[in-house]
């Protein structure tokens, strides 16, 4: 039996209150328990319980900690030993936010939640979490934290098992934004900073942290404070992706009283962000002049449109907008998936990705064979964190509480001749 999650994010707070509560995977562990229970007392033999954490468990980068260091401190800096040091107090401050989580998912599961026989925890890293594969400090703290068996070695970054028919990655290696790296996928190439690194923190966790510096936001009374950094807190849970910009769009026209703030803060922090050296590499590699609609034509088009929105009327920004969201549209995971099978062991069945934060299953292909063609599916762990969808309308959004996880048997154990598949999804509409 082995059960994957990923996009858990956990963060040390900061930059919002976005934590799952210890109470949910206390609801998750039981679930999975009891299932293996079930198929105990069908005669089914599960002798083996794995848990994978398929990527972005420890969130280091969605925190407003790394603007109290100078930039070349930070993980697009240059001073890896400075770098190293910060990381490890992030860390430190997400596992002791979560405490008591951790102490469970660290612990015993025999003890705290009733297994028959105690799972196996398995760690593959993400992209908001690659830090914690580069240096050894923090893969230490990973395997405490999430009861692995102490080794020095590096976590591998794709998981495979033939009897369970599945080969799992977290997915970010599809996503240009996210992975720098060769299609080689060696340690180094997941090594390597991607453009993302500095957006999430330098744009997307600096916003709110800018816009209560600014002094038209000083004047607000407490609660319209309040109110406003949690709005601005929650861009990244925008879906879809695209979507975010008409996300901060809508926040503006919502806050009048925040405007004014809100579009100076966005200005600075893009200046801010094309200065640094890291993003000015960056453009100079990607900026080629064979492809005008390359990664960094696409980057720079949503810059412009972040430093402009406030000068267009909002009738005049939307196509604009429009338009790039095109860009950011196609599921390029999606389009990976049936891919991953020419380089696979032909026992593998089933491909499994996390980082889109959307729980997805799909049938790719049926593979002729005795008795009968075996099926190709491609499936998406979602993620444990809040989302907020925009209407269909275009005129607002609603959010909701999320909470995916996939479960694969092997023919023994559930009782069929071939490895099948579950999942759960469940929603929470308390926002």
Known sequence: MIVFISDLHFVDGTAGEHNAPTDAFRMFLDEIRWVAE?????????????????????????????????????????????????????????????????????????????????????????????????????????????????????????????????????????????????????????????????????????????????PAVKKLDAQEKKALRQNLEEIENVRPFSAMLEWLLYRVKSNLNGKVAIEDSVAELVKDFEKLPFVKKWYAHHDTWKDWQDEADRIQAMLFLLKTFRIFASEKWLPLLNKAKEWFAKDDLLEAAPLEYAHLDSRIRYVVYGHTHTPLQAALRLVPGMPEPSAQVYLNTGTWRSLYHRCKDGLGFIGWKNLTYVTFWTKEERGLDFPSFETWTGTLKNL
């Not at 030993?81 to 992030?90: H, P």
């Not at 405490?99 to 998912?105: G, M, N, R």
Request: charged content about 30%; glycine content about 8%.
């Open 38 to 214: 079930r198929r105990l007392a069908k005669g089914h033999r599960v002798e083996r319980i794995r848990i994978v954490f398929l990527g972005d468990v420890f969130d280091l980068l969605r925190t407003e900690q790394w603007f109290s260091v100078p930039v070349s401190e930070r993980p697009w800096g240059s001073n890896a030993g400075k770098i190293e040091q910060f990381s490890n107090k992030i860390f430190d401050d997400i596992t002791e936010k979560n405490k008591e989580t951790f102490e469970l998912l660290g612990g015993s599961l025999v003890d705290a939640v009733g297994f028959h026989v105690e799972p196996e925890r398995i760690y593959v890293p993400g992209n908001h979490d690659r830090l914690c594969n580069l240096y050894p400090s923090l893969r230490k703290k990973v395997r405490q934290n999430l009861g692995i068996a102490p080794a020095d070695k590096l976590f591998e970054h794709t998981f495979q098992d033939t009897d369970h028919g599945v080969f799992a990655r977290h997915g970010h290696e599809y996503d240009k934004f996210n992975y720098e790296g060769g299609l080689n996928y060696r340690y180094s190439d997941y090594m390597r900073m991607p453009i993302g690194d500095p957006i999430t923190t330098e744009l997307v966790a600096a916003l709110p942290w800018k816009v209560m510096q600014h």
